[in-house]
């Protein structure tokens, strides 16, 4: 079937999204000691979203938007006495709510990239197909640049989009948080260059 124009520029979003996700994906909180209070986790929660929004070169003026937006999910998920389990324990549940509202929020910023060409269209539906397309095209995207990694590289990968930390993937494939760490990198690095191969 002929790819309809434009398909290439949304591949391209998919590409970004899908490793910036996966470079932000699984990071420990900064070397802080554990949140002393729910203002000081709020506070380092901002932190590690900010970090996760550089990684996915989102707009700096997108930055406090999409990190209340975290917090507001967060909050819907986990209670709020809790937040401090959401950055200062990396392999608890919490944190991969925290993972999961970060996952999110990049995928809906990446479908947003296609919704501006759309703006004097009228129809129902048509956002919603566009959102779907875009979300195909992350997952296929994911699924074919995945052919070029090792069974253990893979598994690494499906478990951080699940959400959990290095240390927590670790723990599950009974290695070394290093050794996990440095699997990822390696992931990473064969991904963005089967990206470019295939550009």
């Not at 000081?40 to 700096?60: D, F, G, L, V």
């Not at 709020?80 to 950055?87: D, F, K, W």
């Not at 959102?131 to 195909?136: E, G, K, L, Q, Y």
């Amino acid at each position: 079937m002929k790819q309809k124009p434009g398909s290439p520029h949304i591949s391209r979003f998919a590409a970004v999204a899908v490793t910036a996700l996966i470079c932000s994906s699984g990071e420990t909180a900064s070397a802080h000691s554990a949140p002393a209070s729910e203002s000081n986790a709020i506070q380092q929660i901002e932190r590690y979203c900010s970090k996760s929004w550089q990684t996915a070169h989102m707009p700096r003026d997108e930055w406090n938007d999409s990190t209340q937006q975290v917090l507001a999910e967060l909050l819907e998920r986990i209670p709020r006495e809790r937040l401090t389990a959401a950055i200062g324990a990396s392999a608890s549940e919490e944190r991969r709510e925290l993972n999961r509202s970060i996952w999110r929020i990049v995928k809906r910023w990446v479908r947003r990239q296609r919704h501006a060409p759309l703006e004097d269209f009228d129809t129902p539906g048509v956002v919603d197909d566009q959102s779907s397309r875009v979300d195909d095209q992350i997952e296929q995207v994911l699924r074919v640049a995945s052919t070029q990694l090792s069974d253990q590289q893979r598994r690494i990968i499906e478990l951080l989009k699940e959400g959990l930390t290095v240390a927590e993937i670790a723990g599950r494939m009974d290695l070394t948080p290093s050794r996990i760490s440095n699997e990822k990198h390696r992931a990473i690095k064969q991904i963005r260059r089967y990206l470019c191969d295939a550009a």
